[in-house]
């Protein structure tokens, strides 16, 4: 059986209006989120996957403007409610974690404090259920003797204990979808993988629903159900992580991927792959594909238009003008190294 | 230019770290005493000319105050660095800086903002007065090609720059007065994975056509693999193994380098999350645990591990600090 859609977007565009015109941060993006399901965006910076996740939270910077065809969350529609409706979806039906626990927790309440405050807040319970809960999830992150450090400031853990309270505190109300915004950045490898681990393991758990957005393809590859790759605001491959780590379409995913050393697999002191040119202004009207001028295959035909998503089957598309013989062609010629 | 140097008859190391310890004096409260902070200790290690070596550890585990040592901004409490077989503290800050560059982090707080990049990449020159005007000028316009920025940013400021152009402006401020060595502090984490490797394309082509010794500090594993030839895996400030990168990835004898090599995170979708058994972060250094510093979240402690700090044992080529390869 196919689990239930958590969130559905359509055709979300977000432009903000700066002094030398309109930027379009994200344009036409489609995507969906299963319970118990993993998707993975990934982009470099300025690519718009932190501002896809800011206009599902409905946390948009005042200038931005929201368009979309579709925003539903477990059967409801997020375009057609206000803030204070949105105020307290949010940290009940949707959680959110952010790169820097310390940013994002208060140094001056006590850790017990802020995670009792989530659940009373969205008027699960009172102060005692709070506690328990509370001391339940500190468990399920691997935190031992809970008490003490629900009684601790955020300044007296270290950075991956505090990630872990995060994680708590956004299951603290069995929330249906968790957006994760580079989780693990800031933190070390082993922590790093801890943690993505622990994520992971509780997600499938409480049957969440999660979005995880990072840079790092090792993360995405280890972590991801289903991957969207992103580039200047627009979706350019999605598919399974299989899909579109073994079989690259989009010249921009082939790149990236090119551009990585692996471990026992790249030849050191040779030569990594690399994406000339840089990403384009998003200022402005735009027409026919985006990474033209820093792909290889670039022809005539993209510079006209609008180039639209390729299906290759269910779920799994590629925006790009080449047929999908033509871009794995290519990218056997380059080969991985 | 660069003199192209034998190896075979230069025996000496570029650098030479012997014994070196830092310790800083920490005061935590208003009443309370100063505590020693053991940043580095006991710190053994040789950098031979043309080489790479990369220093890789957790935060916090000293890396960065080695870095600060082996530049010559921050005198070693204890043992002595040698440059060339001089120590380092009988040379003049100038002289130092003439063979030892640096290249940091983050191309965004490490450049001047308010002058231009011809300013930024001659600074060196100017500061060890060397050349007239226009030969520096000459200079300034070699290097930016050959790190391959484009001659019109001459007159640019940074913040008109990518971050992956700022990071060559870096590169070549370090590199205009032709040092030996070159300190890399994390040169490509502050930088997307395209743009990280174009900067270590760059960095490679370099050091082969400047025969350029590299001090490479970072914590991305999968970098150090792809540049290095040798590694030093350092943990609270311990130097716990080094070797050459070949035999140190294919083979790790400390269970904390194995620790951290099963971390690393590869695009390879099928083989799922590694299972890491290290348990606890790192401890705090201003009391750092008996024995052997790593022995709360070893998974093949010894009951000696938590009572003898263990001795560097020499395997081969390799030097690992631990009690299970006695």
Known sequence: MIAPIVLEVENLSVDIAIPAGTLHAVSNLTLNVREGETLCIVGESGCGKSITSLAIMNLLPRKAKLVADKMVLEGR??????ESEFASLRGDRVGMIFQDPMTSLN?????????EEVYIQHGKGGRKEARERAEFLLEKVGIVAPNERLSQYPHQLSGGLRQRMMIAMTLMCDPALIIADEPTTALDVTMQAQTLNLLH??????????????????????????????????????????????KPSHPYTQGLINCIPIPGRTKS????????????????DFEGCLFRNRCDYVSENCYKGNISLNEISDGRAYRCLLSLEESRGHLEIGGVA | MYPNIEIENHQLPALECRNVGRTFMIKRGIFSARQPLKAVQEFNLKINRGDVLAIVGESGCGKTTLAKMLLGLLPPTTGEILL?????????????????????????????????????ISLPLTVHNIGTIQERRDRVEKYMGLVGLPKRLIHSYPNQLSGGQRQRV????ALIIEPQIVVCDEPTSALDVSVQAHILNLLQDLRKELNLTYAFISHDLAVVEHLADWVAVMYLGRLIESGKASDVFSEPKHPYTRALLDSVLTPEPNLGLPEITLGKGLPNPLSPPSGCYFHPRCPDALS???????????????LVECHLYK
């Open chain 2, 304 to 318: 000696e591990c938590s009572q003898n700090t263990p001795e560097i044992l020499d395997i081969g080529e390799r």
């Open chain 1, 269 to 284: 002191s040779s030569q990594l792959g690399s994406i000339r040119g840089i990403v384009p202004a998003l200022v402005g």
């Open chain 1, 77 to 82: 529609d997020l375009l057609s409610i206000g």
């Open chain 2, 170 to 173: 870096a590169i070549a401020r």
């Open chain 1, 201 to 246: 393991s509780l997600q499938k758990e409480f049957n969440t629903g999660l979005i995880l957005i990072t840079h790092d393809l090792g993360v995405v590859a280890r972590m991801a159900d289903r991957v969207m790759v992103m580039y200047a605001g627009c979706a350019v491959e999605t598919g399974t992580a299989v899909e579109v780590f073994e």
């Open chain 2, 84 to 120: 060339d077989g001089e120590p380092i503290n009988t040379v003049s800050l100038n002289e130092i800086a003439k063979k030892v560059q640096p290249v940091f982090q983050d191309p965004y707080s490490s450049l001047n903002p308010r002058k231009t990049i011809e300013e930024i």
């Open chain 1, 107 to 115: 140094p001056v309440f006590r850790i017990g404090d802020q995670l």
